[in-house]
Every structure is written in structure tokens, then in C-alpha cells.
């Protein structure tokens, strides 16, 4: 890898640092080639801190280290992106990350639809809201709306509309999220069952 350090007069040069798993944002920091050097060789990542002058481990005092995953350099060759599997909470404050933001894993719009079917759950008396009419009908029906999806997405995956075909199946994937949160779960509890297969 090719990393440019002169293009600071101080030799410093970004280091981005992301949780390889959520690929939340966790900090930045600074880095000289001995830092990047040290990092490579401890896979615990290393910064160079400009108010103390001098190489530091992330979590040397506290414990929370930061393992290395992966570098990668960035198109100027002068900023770093690393990955990795944080141990404890990232910054000093003792949140997850420098951002005071909690590192969970989000599904982009399936976890902004997942939302809003909650809020609908909380707002059960609303009688224009069909996600609030399924939760009151129960559980029951909840679980038949998915199964007569179900059946529906079949049927379409074997006739050649390929519109009609997705329709259904996002249908089908609104109601599983209706269901799994009718069961108490989100589909992140679904994704690390799918993990845990792995091993």
C-alpha cells in the first residue's frame, strides 16, 4: 500500500475509523508511518496523538481497544479508512462512538419502515392506520396476512410479470416486519441467526 505522508508538513495523515460489522463511524484520528507501522504489526489500531507528542494505542488505559480488520487507502493516497471490531465503547465520554451515537446496525429503509410500523404499534387507536388495525386484530391474523402473502409471491414467481412478481414480495416483506414485531423482534435478531450458520 502505497500511503503518502509528506503531504503534511507534520507527517500526519487521517485515519477513518469504521466498525467493520455495522460500518457505523466510530472516530477519526492521526496517524505517522510509525503509528500505521504499529498498527499493522499489534493489530490494535495506533494513533500518533498531536497533544501528547508521541504513539498511542486506543484503549492502552482503558481497555477499549480498537481491533484491526482491514486499511484501506483512500484515491490521494492520504487518508485511511480502517475497519475494525471495537472492544467497548470508542470514545473517551464512554459512548459508542465520538458522535455520542449508539453503534447498532441499520438496514437503511427497512430500518426506517421498521420504525414506523412501531410508531403505528404505539398508536394503536388510530383507526386510519392499517398496521395498527393488524395489531389489533392479533397475532393470528397477522400471521395469516403473511402466509396469504406468502402464497401470493409463489404464485407470481411462476408467471412471467416480473411487476406484479416484486409487488407481492414486497408485500410479504412488510408483513413478516408486521409479524416480527408482533413476535417482539426486529429483522437484525433474523440477521444474526443467519450469522451464527456461518460458523
Known amino acids: 500500500m502505497n500511503i503518502d505522508f509528506s503531504k503534511n508538513t507534520d507527517g500526519l495523515i487521517p485515519a477513518i ?5 455495522t460500518k457505523n463511524v466510530l472516530m477519526l484520528g492521526y496517524m505517522n508511518a510509525e503509528a500505521y507501522a504499529k498498527t499493522v504489526e499489534t493489530n490494535k489500531v495506533t494513533f500518533y496523538s498531536r497533544t501528547k507528542q508521541r504513539l498511542w494505542t486506543k484503549g492502552e488505559e482503558s ?7 482491514d486499511i484501506k487507502n483512500d484515491c490521494d493516497n492520504d487518508t485511511l479508512l480502517i475497519q475494525v471490531e471495537p472492544v467497548g465503547a470508542t470514545c473517551h465520554n ?3 462512538t465520538c458522535w455520542a451515537e449508539e453503534n447498532k446496525t441499520e438496514y437503511g429503509f427497512i430500518s ?12 394503536a387507536d388510530s383507526e386510519k392506520s392499517y398496521v395498527a388495525s393488524l395489531f389489533k386484530l392479533g397475532i393470528n391474523k397477522i ?21 406484479l412478481f416484486l409487488s407481492e414480495s414486497a408485500d410479504l416483506l412488510f408483513h413478516y416486519l408486521i409479524l416480527l ?7 437484525n435478531d ?7 450458520r456461518q460458523k
Open 143 to 163: 400471521a395469516q396476512k403473511v402466509g396469504e402473502e406468502a402464497i401470493e409471491v409463489v404464485i407470481e414467481a411462476k408467471d412471467d410479470n416480473d411487476d
Open 112 to 123: 426506517k419502515l421498521e420504525n414506523t410500523i412501531q410508531t403505528r404499534r404505539e398508536n
Open 190 to 196: 433474523v440477521v444474526n441467526v443467519l450469522k451464527s
Open 181 to 187: 414485531q408482533a413476535k417482539g423482534f426486529k429483522i
Open 94 to 96: 464512554g459512548t459508542d
Open 17 to 21: 475509523i469504521q466498525d467493520s460489522e
Open 63 to 69: 481497555g477499549n481497544f480498537l481491533n484491526l480488520i
